[in-house]
Structures are given as structure tokens and as C-alpha cells.
């Protein structure tokens, strides 16, 4: 009898075990992901003028909680004292600024591009098809990332960063080294909401 309820405690045990575990990953993974946020916004196809280049498609945006370190400077009382020529002990409050290392939680966005840049004339003078993105970060300065497809098939690529208000794409015909011409003009790829 003990060994049969001993058998019997084991499997209810495993039953319970196979019913709790899964509800509990469950919950643990939406606890940590609440801190985070990401989207997904498909962009393009654009084409160069004369319609031999083109390009198209997706940015990967994420919002993550991250810890940041900076330097403080904290106002300190301290008291300073001096004998003077006779000998008698004076004292006076002064505040000084000390530097203190803080830490605090800040929300990053972290973004990801994606892209696949056809060439429609890969033979001749200005073979190659290029796309050129210009990203405006969230303090105003810009950076531009550029790619080729001198070949027949599509091919792909992609970049990322942080902290983006806006990235725009160029897609335009050339040679191996740069492009020539037939530009598109900026095009939207994806814009930070406010």
C-alpha cells in the first residue's frame, strides 16, 4: 500500500509540476518585457529616376529600459578652521561641490534597418545601384550609410543604432565608387513618435 501511494504522490507531483511550469515562464516573461516596447514599419519600394534602381524595406524600432551613469556635483557642508597669528582656533562653514557617480534608469530606442536594393542594368557605364540613408538623431546631428548592388541579383543589407528622430532614404544610379545620378530624392523610411 505505502509503495503504491508513494507511486501515486510522485506522478500527481509531475502532473503539477508539467501544469505550474509553463504558467510561470509565462509570467515571467511578461514582467520583463514590460519594460520594453518595439515596432515594426515596412517602408519603400523606392526607385531611382530612370527606374533601374530600386529598394525597399522594414525598420525594426525598440524601446528598452537602460541603466545610465553620470557625474554629479552635490553641494557638502564642511568645516574648515585656522589658528591665527595669536594662536586662537576659528572655524566657518563652508560648501563645497563634490563629484558623485549616479546611476539612473532611462528609456533608449534602439532601431534596425532593413534593406533589399535591386539592380535592373547591371552592364555598362554606371552599373550599380545605390541607396544612401541619411539618419537625423534626436539632438539634430546626421550620418549617412550607404550600399551598392553592382549585380544582377537583389541583395541586402542592414545598419542600426539608437536615439533616431528620423531616417530618410536616396536611392540613385553610379559606378563602383559613388553614386552619379538619377536620384529619387529623400524618401521617408521612419520617424520617431513624439
Request: a positive charge.
Amino acid at each position: 500500500m505505502r509503495f503504491v501511494s508513494r507511486i501515486m504522490l510522485g506522478v500527481i507531483a509531475t502532473a503539477l509540476v508539467a501544469l505550474i511550469a509553463p504558467a510561470a515562464a509565462n509570467a515571467t516573461a511578461g514582467s520583463t518585457a514590460s519594460g520594453s516596447r518595439s515596432a515594426h514599419v515596412s517602408w519603400g519600394s523606392y526607385e531611382s529616376t530612370d527606374h533601374k534602381a530600386e529598394a525597399h524595406g522594414h525598420v525594426s524600432a525598440d524601446k528598452k529600459r537602460v541603466k545610465h551613469r553620470y557625474v554629479k556635483w552635490v553641494p557638502v557642508k564642511k568645516r574648515v578652521c585656522w589658528e591665527d597669528r595669536k594662536g586662537h582656533k576659528h572655524c566657518k562653514w563652508v560648501v563645497k561641490k563634490v563629484k558623485k557617480h549616479v546611476w539612473e534608469w532611462r528609456y533608449d530606442h534602439f532601431y534596425t534597418v532593413r534593406s533589399t536594393l535591386s539592380n535592373h542594368k547591371w552592364w555598362g557605364r554606371n552599373k550599380c545601384a545605390w541607396e544612401t540613408f541619411k539618419v537625423v538623431r534626436e539632438d539634430g546631428s546626421s550620418y549617412v550609410e550607404q550600399f551598392r548592388n553592382c549585380d544582377r541579383h537583389p541583395r541586402r543589407f542592414s545598419f542600426h543604432g539608437k536615439n533616431v528622430a528620423h531616417i530618410y532614404v536616396d536611392v540613385s544610379r553610379g559606378d563602383r565608387h559613388h553614386p552619379t545620378g538619377h536620384h529619387s530624392g529623400w524618401q521617408g523610411v521612419f520617424h520617431a513618435a513624439a
